[in-house]
């Protein structure tokens, strides 16, 4: 085993490394643009010449390193396969396989990039100390990843952590990304969250600050500002994405109990005051305890992919 690891954090438009001690300091980080053209055939070529070039700038030798992780934006089967992967074009596929190849030989592991992250938080983020996490990812969709025993749980089917896609809400009439109605990412996301506050400014007579901006220029964060602003309709709506978060938080515990849960992603901008409300109504919905898993922030924002990467070839 080497002195050093690498993370490597597969996205649609670009691809994070980094290049990292193994007691977890992050050396180097830095990303170049995913090329998703021709199937995403040059994705993995780039990466292997990039890391090449860094660690010769870097002084670091192949045999210092004891592998490279890698996340991608999709299921990933346990043995590494990867059965196709949208977002980049790839189909059927073994990238750790022809990553591994194209680096002499060197250990690389794949995962999905949401399991990934939450193995990160808990490496050196807002699940340090911890070896039991859950992480939920509030961003343009809702993610998650659940780490038990410092291991990633992917599911025999590559389900497992997929957290925005379990119910949330019977009456909800639009269908979601997954094809299913009522999923927790309609309501939570941060797309979720405008929709719910245009749908709260229609059905409702009440003033707002809101009502002052532009319908298409509508964000979470004007939403959730105005809420810790005082401003009472978007609280409610606030309130009402709490609620949802609160619940299905309690339904994990309930399933996993583990130690912590680590909110991240551009939501979880919102801060202590959005923990708070999910808080109450996680409360209100885990009552067999109240020696409960903890709720907290995540700290390693968009490096948490690289460093869950990384954290894998510790194992
Ligand atoms: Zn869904």
Request: hydrophobic share 40%.
């Amino acid at each position: 085993m080497g002195k050093y690891c690498i993370g490597i954090d597969v996205g649609g438009t670009t691809v994070k490394l980094g290049i990292f001690e193994q007691t977890g300091t992050l050396l180097r980080k830095w990303e170049i643009p995913t090329r998703t053209e021709h199937n995403g055939c040059n994705i993995l070529t780039d990466v292997a010449i990039s890391i090449r070039r860094t660690l010769e700038e870097m002084g670091i030798h192949f045999n210092e390193v004891g592998g490279a992780g890698m996340g991608v934006p999709g299921p990933v089967a346990r043995n590494g396969f990867v059965p196709r992967c949208v977002n980049l074009g790839w189909g059927a596929c073994y990238p750790a396989r022809d990553l591994s190849l194209m680096l002499d030989g060197l250990p690389v592991l794949c995962a999905n990039d949401a399991n990934i992250a939450a193995l990160g938080e808990m490496w050196q983020g807002g699940g340090k100390g911890y070896d039991d996490i859950v992480m939920i990812t509030l961003g343009t969709g809702v993610g998650g990843g659940v780490v038990v025993d410092q291991k990633i749980i992917a599911g025999r089917h590559g389900l497992a952590g997929e957290i925005g896609h379990t119910h949330a809400r019977d009456d909800e009439t639009e269908y979601c990304n997954c094809g299913s109605r009522g999923c927790l990412e309609q309501v939570a996301s941060a797309t979720g969250i405008v929709r719910e506050a245009k749908r709260f400014l229609d059905s409702s007579g009440d003033e707002s600050v809101l009502r002052d901006i532009e319908e298409s220029r509508l964000t979470a964060k004007d939403v959730i500002d105005a809420a810790k602003a005082g401003d009472g309709l978007a609280m409610e709506v606030v309130e009402c994405v709490g609620y949802y978060l609160g619940r299905a938080l309690a339904q994990l515990a309930l399933t996993i109990d583990p130690e912590i849960f680590v909110i991240g992603g551009g939501v979880s901008r919102a801060g202590q005051f959005l923990i708070d409300i999910i808080q109450k109504y996680y409360e209100e919905y885990e009552t067999l305890s109240e020696d409960r898993p903890l709720i907290g922030l995540a700290r390693l924002g968009n490096d948490a992919g690289i460093y869950g990467a990384a954290r894998m070839v510790l194992d």
